[in-house]
């Protein structure tokens, strides 16, 4: 079977509607949530330049070399690396990575899904009023309170999975492309509002230090996993989500371009996101390091404060929700695409059957933070001793699965395919090209490389064997 020139499932209407699409994929809770908190819980500015150089390094190469898979294969990621390995005369084991990054993006969408539901119950309650003049230990104990409730957390949990399948079964043009055009642009209006408030907190500049000061006795190996793991998390790469999305992208549209513009929009948000949240952090006397909660703890004080909060908040907390709508729909379209491919589903039927399977593993997460809260399945391992089942899905799939997914896809490219073809690709004639050649390293050789060693020493396998 060898890759079909068009997609069965449509195109992007052009260069634009693409980097909408994987700027809407990227841009998502992990920049605006996870981001915050991991750098808090990881020390600060050491965490975030081994982040930056990790999107630099690693994160800019892969995007390439998934959206090129992607736009070769034609198909969803499974029958993409089943065809494409075909085409280059390799092994079958290829299309498990497809199979992988499957099964990744449903696993994080079970969770993403549930702290999505935070954002939307975020929306009624700031829009109540509920956090008009509220003191930090006030925003602190109505969040526990919140997430103390699991049939709260199933109730917006639910409404969520319901929404993203809603866009999803309307398929590319017709529902993914349309939720992003306005989204963006309105995220980050809203985004520089806030910056504004925050500058003008007591402890701007000392949340700008602990952002961008490094003080790298504060990093562990564990916590460069981490970075490193966000790097594919926040730039959706390493499960296939990018190479579908590549897949609906028109031949004459360049790569390297649009995937340079897409990281570089996404850093933005989490940079601006993380200025927002510390300064706020410091002025209260909160914990840099309290964990998912952070930005539902923080953010209210701010809402609660200033002038116009309940509006602004209301609106934030509206724009955080669309964000992680147009992740969400890139985590399950490649399970919706294989089914609709090769079992030959509708759309629709393929969109309820996974948004059912998603939601009943998103049981986990929920429970996770009320009547499992102490339930650590894996204490007796050291790494894993505090944590929860959300953690150690986060962990899961964020830290192990995303990685090894991004390097099989970087030495598929830089190892499988054939020149001529990332070549081809690229638009690139010259095999001396610098750029080209650069980035051909970067895939073949660094990011492998580099990916192994973090992981390993962040899994604690090379000090067991080296100690
Ligand atoms: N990048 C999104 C965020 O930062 C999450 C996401 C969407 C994702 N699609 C993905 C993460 C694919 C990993 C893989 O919120």
């Not at 005369?89 to 199979?99: E, H, N, P």
């Not at 933005?268 to 952090?281: R, T």
């Not at 907390?317 to 079992?343: G, H, M, Y």
Request: some cysteine.
């Amino acid at each position: 079977m060898s890759a079909p020139r068009k997609s069965m499932h449509g195109e992007w209407s052009g260069r634009f509607a693409f980097i909408l699409a994987a700027t809407g994929s990227a841009v998502g809770l992990g920049n605006i949530w996870k981001f915050p908190y991991i750098t808090g819980e990881n020390g600060g500015g050491a965490f975030v330049i081994v982040y930056l150089i990790c999107i630099a390094s690693i994160g800019i190469p892969i995007m390439m070399a998934e959206v090129m898979l992607g736009r070769r294969g034609r198909q969803s990621p499974i029958n993409t690396m089943r065809s494409l390995a075909e085409e280059a005369g390799a092994s079958r084991f290829w299309t498990l990575l497809g199979w992988a990054g499957v099964v990744a993006g449903f696993l994080i969408l079970s969770y993403y899904s549930v702290i999505a539901g935070w954002a939307l119950a975020y929306v009624f309650r700031t829009g109540s009023g509920l956090f008009l003049g509220v003191t930090a230990d006030g925003a602190g104990s109505l969040f526990n309170q919140f997430i103390a409730d699991p049939e709260k957390l199933l109730a917006w949990h639910t409404i969520f999975i319901v929404m993203t399948m809603a866009v999803v079964s309307r398929g590319v043009s017709g529902g993914l492309e349309k939720s992003v055009r306005f989204l963006m642009p309105a995220l980050f209006v809203i985004l520089v509002i806030l910056l504004g408030y925050a500058m003008n907190t007591s402890e701007f500049s000392r949340g700008v230090r602990f952002l961008f000061n490094p003080d790298f006795t504060k990093i562990t190996a564990d916590g460069v996993l981490t970075a490193m793991g966000h790097a594919f998390f926040t730039l959706s790469l390493g499960m296939g989500a990018i190479m579908v999305y590549g897949s609906y992208l028109p031949k004459n549209i360049s790569i390297a371009k649009t995937s340079i513009i897409i990281a570089l929009m996404d850093t933005l948000v989490a940079l601006v996101a993380g200025l927002i949240i510390f300064p706020i952090v410091f002025t209260n006397g909160l914990e840099p390091g309290s964990g998912p909660g952070l930005i539902f703890k923080t953010l209210p004080i701010a809402f609660g404060h200033m002038p116009g909060g309940i509006f602004f908040g209301t609106l934030f907390f509206i724009l955080l929700v669309f964000a992680a709508w147009s992740s969400a729909i890139s985590l399950i379209e490649p399970a919706v695409a294989w089914l609709v491919e090769n079992r030959g589903h509708t759309r629709v039927y393929a969109s309820v059957v996974m948004g059912a399977l998603t939601w009943l593993v998103g049981l986990l997460t929920v429970f996770s933070f009320n009547i499992w809260s102490d339930y650590k399945p894996l204490a007796h391992i050291s790494i894993f001793e505090d944590k929860t089942v959300f953690d150690l899905l986060d962990y899961l799939t964020a830290n192990i699965m995303l990685p090894l997914g991004g390097v099989l896809i970087a030495i598929f490219v830089g190892w499988v395919l054939r020149r001529e073809t990332s070549m081809h690709e690229l638009d690139i004639h010259d095999r001396m090209h610098i750029g080209y050649r650069t980035w051909h390293v970067l895939v073949k050789v660094v990011a492998p490389i580099a990916v192994i060693i973090v992981f390993l020493k962040g899994i604690g396998v090379i000090d067991a064997v080296f100690g």
